[in-house]
């Protein structure tokens, strides 16, 4: 089977453009490529295009532009080939400040990545971006008072065939990233990595078994629980699938652990939780939120909300734990469906702004079983 190729993110194009402008503000030379350090720990090499330099009085160098070309690699990514620019310019600000131009989104609702009113420049490019400004200011031993623009032409036309309008960014697409590789999304090519991922834990003994839809998830395990992303299934948004196979293979126990937004879809049955399969989110918030006794105003609200943070901030506490032992039940009871009695399932969600949310009852005796299981496998590595 042919490896399919990687690409890089939004993210890491403004990144690289940014630290080209850079190299173009500070030297008044226009560098034929960049290597930039990618949050995720890796190391890319990018040719530059559009390169200008804008020179002011004393012929000094005071804006410099450069463009990176896109490539998503074999992802069906929409985004795939456009040109992101950054603009460089000596501020009068003290600081980094960091702008959305031309064909990127503005935020207008809350619960998104950046407040209402900010360019719709998520926080890891943001902080990837002011990362390559103060280097290079620090290298060249001048003050990092400089305001970067980042644009995208055409992007205002692109960001309608997106999932944008409807989260609430207007007006362009978004600069996005974690770890500023895209991986393919094949779907074949992610089941057969997650069935492999599932024989080598098997192999090794593992028939407990730990899994996270994405990024989100791993790092939620490596944060609370100290748990390794190479000892994580990463399953990607095939719950169901993921389970059948876990089964198939003879696994006792699979333990799901992700973000709210997208393993609250499993409370409504929904076993592939990719957005084109089903995105009813607050609708099923909702409907926990009227089972567990929330008042209907409450509930019409979360129905009218745009990220599953911005739900959870309508409540309370005492209301969030009501609404979440709610979604928490249902989780369970569809887990239990999917699994037919073949293989104890559980669950665990978590927010970014409310920590863990909740678990299923099975959670905890998977972990149980989980942590005996490595308990007596590194007792017979050690000969004891």
């Known amino acids: ?167 609430g960014i207007v007006g362009g697409l978004s600069i996005l990233g974690t770890s500023g590789i895209v991986e393919p999304m094949s779907e074949q090519a992610l089941k057969d990595t997650i069935r492999v991922e599932l024989q080598v834990k098997l192999a090794q003994g593992e028939t407990y078994i730990l899994a996270a839809p994405g990024n989100y998830g791993l790092d939620f395990l490596r944060k609370y629980e100290q748990v390794q992303s190479e000892a994580v299934v990463k399953c990607s948004n095939y719950i169901g699938e993921t389970i059948d196979m876990a089964k198939e293979l003879g696994a006792k126990g699979l333990l799901f652990a992700g973000h709210i937004g997208k393993l609250v879809k499993v409370a409504g049955g929904i076993m592939n939780t990719h957005s084109r399969w089903g995105d009813c989110r607050m609708e099923i918030l909702a409907a926990a939120a009227l089972r567990s006794g929330l008042q209907e105003e409450t509930a019409c609200r979360i129905l009218r909300s745009v990220t599953t943070d911005e739900a959870l901030g309508l409540c309370g506490e005492a209301e969030r734990k009501r609404l979440m032992q709610a979604v928490m039940e249902k989780i369970e009871e569809y887990l239990t469906i999917r699994g037919e009695g073949e293989i104890r399932l559980g669950a665990i969600l978590f927010s970014n702004v409310y920590g863990i949310l909740g678990e299923t009852r099975s959670a905890a005796q998977i972990w149980e079983c989980r942590r005996r299981q490595q308990a007596t496998g590194q007792e017979e590595k050690t000969g004891r």
Do not use: H
């Not at 090499?45 to 490539?71: F, H, M, V, W």
């Not at 460089?88 to 960091?98: C, D, L």
């Open 1 to 167: 089977m042919k490896k399919l190729a990687s690409g890089y993110t939004t993210g890491t194009c403004a990144q690289a453009a940014t630290k080209a402008a850079m190299q173009q503000l500070l030297t008044g030379t226009e560098p034929k490529e960049v290597e930039v350090d990618l949050p995720g720990g890796k190391r890319l090499n990018l040719l530059t295009k559009k390169r200008q330099i804008l020179y002011g009085k004393g012929s000094y160098p005071e804006k410099a532009t450069c463009a990176i070309q896109k490539d998503s690699g074999d992802d069906p990514d929409i985004t795939n080939g456009v040109l992101v620019y950054s603009t460089v310019e000596w501020s009068r600000e003290k600081g980094v400040s960091i702008c959305g131009g031309e064909g990127i989104g503005r935020v207008t609702k809350a619960g998104l990545d950046q407040p209402i009113g900010e360019a719709a420049i998520n926080r890891i490019p943001r902080k990837m971006i002011e990362k390559e400004v103060k280097r290079a200011c620090e290298e060249a031993g001048c003050e990092a008072d400089v305001r970067v623009t980042i644009r995208i032409p055409g992007g205002e036309e692109l960001a309608k065939k997106t999932f944008n309008p409807r989260l």
